[in-house]
């Protein structure tokens, strides 16, 4: 259970929690190391496996196989243990192999992991009627670390209510060879490598939430025609999250996703968003794009509706607030529940481009979290009059020349006049 809700919140943060991820998974590598309590002493698991208790009758197996023998050893196992109904189990695989039929024997799993330890260790064929008795109570399913290069998803078709399919640290190209899974609701990819393609959107054709995490070697291009693919799930697609991607534009194809409500590009390598980049067709709930060199928004950059946007831009490098670029969308939000949060931005406030939210809209500050200027001081916190009386008086000190252009036409036409 307490896995679940720790990749929920890694998801829920963004990036910067995916060596958080690692090192989690890296703690359940031995078997030794447990989360829960000792099972109790009668559930005897060894030697390949061990047993962790957790309240509300809750049972997570962890074995390690070195060969296929010790595959066996591990379904004999479940066959003499009594526990039926086990919410967590993980095999490690020390030495690449297959796996067999009926691997669990008549026992079932909520969740089931298949791990690869050493570089040389590959994930072979699943049989089809491997995990054939908790068909109906395995709702998600992790592989991590394994060389998914050529890999079968066909045994997949066997867990008829299985809604979360997570690759962590896999090689994959693609997941080509997946099977009809109307029933599939979430996909999380964490580093991928030598991810080119997604599979045909028709075998998952019910998608809510995908997740792309530091596909460290897949290019702008490339990520750009993958999520041009994921357009497919326009009907369905509530969820997207490109994280720590290297992005140095958001793809033009996520305006064209019309469900979405969160959109995720944390820790990417924007430092601009151009006119229309975020002109999308769907009333995002939350939008993140923090913990990137974002220094530069043009006007226009925002379009559609975000009266309920939660917007976090968060440690970036913006230093000005200009009008042209939040007015309208702040208007916007006091309609509804939208906000900015701003927070660790190197903001400047020695100069006027917060004039027009300190002294003429001040109501909009409402919407405006963790505004603060790089000095420490909150938006909130500067004086109007002060503010006022300082911009007044650089406007006054400024030159008053005309255009050159215009004052040729003013000289011409007076010329005209007096002729």
């Known amino acids: 259970m307490l896995r679940l809700v720790v990749l929920g919140v890694l998801i829920f943060v963004g990036a910067d929690c995916h060596e ?17 309590l000792a099972c109790p002493i009668e559930l005897d698991y060894s030697p390949q496996c061990i047993c962790d208790f957790w309240s509300y009758d809750i049972f997570n197996i962890y074995c390690n196989a070195s060969s296929p023998e010790e595959l066996n050893v591990i379904t004999q196992t479940f066959e003499r243990t009594p526990i ?12 690449s192999m297959s796996i067999p039929a009926n691997v669990f024997s008549n ?27 908790t068909t109906a109570k395995t709702s998600a399913f992790q592989i ?12 997949l078709a066997q867990l008829r209510i299985l809604e979360t399919l997570r690759l962590s640290n896999t090689t994959l190209t693609t997941m080509a060879r997946m099977p009809l899974m109307p029933h599939m609701r979430t996909i999380e990819l964490f580093a991928p490598t030598g991810l080119r393609h997604w599979h045909d959107p028709a075998q998952t054709p019910y998608l809510e939430t995908i997740t792309i995490n530091a596909a460290a070697d897949t290019d702008q291009d490339t990520m750009e025609k993958i999520v041009e693919t994921l357009v497919y799930y326009d009907s369905s697609l509530l969820r997207l999250y490109l994280v720590n991607l290297g992005l140095t534009r958001i793809p033009p194809a996520v305006r064209n996703l019309s469900r979405l409500n969160t959109l995720d590009l944390t820790q990417n390598l924007i430092s601009t968003l ?23 928004i043009e006007a226009g950059a925002f379009r559609g509706n975000f009266r309920v946007s939660l917007i976090y831009m968060v440690f970036n490098k913006l230093t000005t607030f200009p009008r042209e670029v939040y007015e309208d969308i702040l208007e916007e939000m006091l309609i509804g529940s939208g906000s900015f949060n701003i927070y660790g931005n190197p903001m400047t406030c020695d100069d006027c481009h ?31 009059q002060v503010y ?8 006054a000190a400024a030159p008053n020349k005309a255009p050159p252009l215009l004052l040729i036409l003013i000289l011409t036409v007076i010329g005209f006049l007096l002729v």
Not at 20 to 36: D, V, Y
Not at 388 to 395: E, H, L
């Open 274 to 296: 151009p006119n229309g980049s975020l002109a999308l067709s769907s009333a995002l709930s939350s939008l993140w794009l923090p913990y990137m060199p974002l220094q530069n």
């Open 20 to 36: 958080m991820l690692l090192s989690f998974e890296s703690a359940r590598e031995i078997p030794e190391e447990r989360l829960g």
């Open 84 to 95: 039926v109904e086990h919410f967590e189990v993980k095999i490690s695989l020390t030495a």
């Open 354 to 384: 917060l004039g027009w939210l300190i002294n003429e809209k001040r109501y909009l500050l409402t919407r405006v979290s963790d505004g603060m200027c790089a000095n420490g001081t909150s938006f909130d916190q500067l004086d109007s």
């Open 388 to 395: 006022g009386a300082r911009c007044v008086k650089d406007n």
């Open 107 to 133: 026992k079932t799993a909520v969740s089931i992991i298949l791990e690869c330890i050493g570089d040389e260790t590959k994930l072979g064929l699943i049989d089809p009627q491997a995990f054939i008795k």
């Open 144 to 155: 991590t670390y394994c060389d998914l290069t050529d890999f079968d998803f066909a045994f």
